[in-house]
């Protein structure tokens, strides 16, 4: 967009997508092209969840039942939680717009690092809100002593990525707990933990704990580790009022027949299946860590299904690199937009595409 436009429609940066197949085929006029670009799981939906889209079409003419409650219920259950401590939403992306719209007023302070998501930037400034940057430490960790000191009176909201998205770690999960339990009371905390069923349990904070007695908003989605990105949805786990407040500002009907009737049937039926997938990209993960660091890479620990890997010296940028992958029918993240320029985001893919861009890359190298 350009600068008037942008200003005139009140528009912020825009929200950079992955490159699509289709685009980078027709571009380079290629045969197989592999994605690995928007971290989806290859292997999902499983077998209920497809079972239960196909059902979901006959009664596609009908608005789906407006408050949800049978999905709402089984995602309780799974965390020990009632049904009024769920909201959903189209994808964990629309509730993060909507919890922005909840909570945020023009003025109010808001803390984040631009090293994540790049969502939450961008709506709470168009919400208005002054937005305040913390960078991650070298680590990749959130740096929690930083934001303890850019706190104010004026403070509203904190957005907290873990596992963290460019960078696929994790915050140590005691000084986490120990942030979230010191917040003062006007602070509310949302903790996206879209990527939490890749990692290892004790590497993440029990958030529940706080959830009634604390601001704090977790997040979650179906389109990672249940393979529904296009399905489109996503849940938030905070206390009553929230939960209440959430579901009056949402727009109605912000999840669709298909989406709910696919995330019970994930969370009932479907976790064998699940667990078994895990298994292979949480393998798949330390063979393709292993390969890179072989090829003079440095990868960070991944808590997810994508590995962030900065480029050895030889190598060209970031940028360069991931042009040049893409040529060759390989979509990565370069991760410059996020300020890093010699780093690069790859998705656990199957086993034959990681196969593939490790060929394509050796070339290039
Ligand atoms: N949060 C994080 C950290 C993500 O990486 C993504 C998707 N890339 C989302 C939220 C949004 O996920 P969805 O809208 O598909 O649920």
């Not at 942008?6 to 950079?16: F, M």
């Not at 929230?242 to 579901?247: E, G, L, N, Q, R």
């Not at 995330?263 to 064998?272: E, G, R, T």
């Given at each position: 967009?350009?600068?008037?436009?942008?200003?005139?429609?009140?528009?912020?940066?825009?929200?950079?997508?992955?490159?699509t197949e289709d685009e980078v085929r027709r571009r380079y006029h290629l045969?197989?092209?592999?994605k690995l670009g928007s971290n989806e799981n290859p292997y999902g939906p499983y077998y209920h969840a497809r079972q239960a889209i196909r059902r979901s079409v006959e009664d596609i003419n009908r608005y789906p039942e407006d408050d949800f409650i049978e999905t709402k219920r089984v995602i309780a259950d799974q965390f020990g939680l009632k049904p009024e401590n769920v909201g959903l939403g189209s994808g964990a992306g629309n509730i993060i717009e909507t919890i922005a719209k909840m909570l945020l007023n023009a003025g109010d302070e808001v803390l984040l690092t631009k090293q994540s998501y790049r969502l939450y930037r961008e709506v709470s400034k168009l919400m208005g809100a002054k937005v305040i940057e913390i960078p991650l430490t070298p680590g990749f960790q959130f740096d929690l002593s930083a934001f303890k000191e850019r706190l104010t009176d004026r403070t509203k909201l904190i957005w907290i990525c873990n596992p963290n998205n460019p960078t696929a770690t994790v915050t140590d999960p005691n000084r986490l707990a120990a942030f979230i339990a010191d917040?003062?009371?006007?602070v509310w905390v949302v903790v996206d933990e879209a990527y939490a069923d890749f990692s290892d349990p004790e590497q993440l904070p029990d958030l529940l704990q706080f959830i009634n007695h604390k601001r704090v908003i977790v997040l979650r989605t179906f389109s990672k580790f249940y393979g529904l990105a296009g399905a489109r949805l996503g849940y938030l786990l905070a206390n009553q009022q929230?939960?209440?407040?959430?579901?009056t500002v949402t727009e109605p009907f912000n999840a669709n027949r298909s989406a709910l009737v696919a995330?019970?049937?994930?969370?009932?039926?479907?976790?064998?299946q699940a667990a078994r997938t895990l298994k292979r990209i949480q393998a798949d993960r330390q063979d393709l860590a292993e390969s890179l660091t072989a090829l003079g890479f440095t990868v960070a620990k991944s808590e997810t299904n994508f590995i962030f890997a900065k480029l050895p010296e030889s190598a060209p940028d970031a940028t360069t690199l991931s042009r040049q992958l893409m040529?060759?029918?390989?979509?990565?993240?370069?991760?410059?937009?996020?300020?890093?320029?010699?780093?690069?985001?790859i998705t656990i893919g199957k086993h034959d595409e990681l196969s593939y861009f490790l060929e394509q890359l050796t070339a290039i190298l």
């Open positions: 967009f350009d600068e008037t436009f942008r200003k005139e429609v009140n528009q912020v940066a825009p929200y950079i997508q992955g490159e045969d197989r092209v592999v917040l003062p009371d006007n929230a939960i209440t407040a959430y579901d995330a019970i049937a994930s969370l009932k039926y479907d976790q064998k040529a060759q029918g390989v979509i990565v993240r370069d991760g410059t937009p996020w300020g890093y320029p010699r780093h690069l985001r």
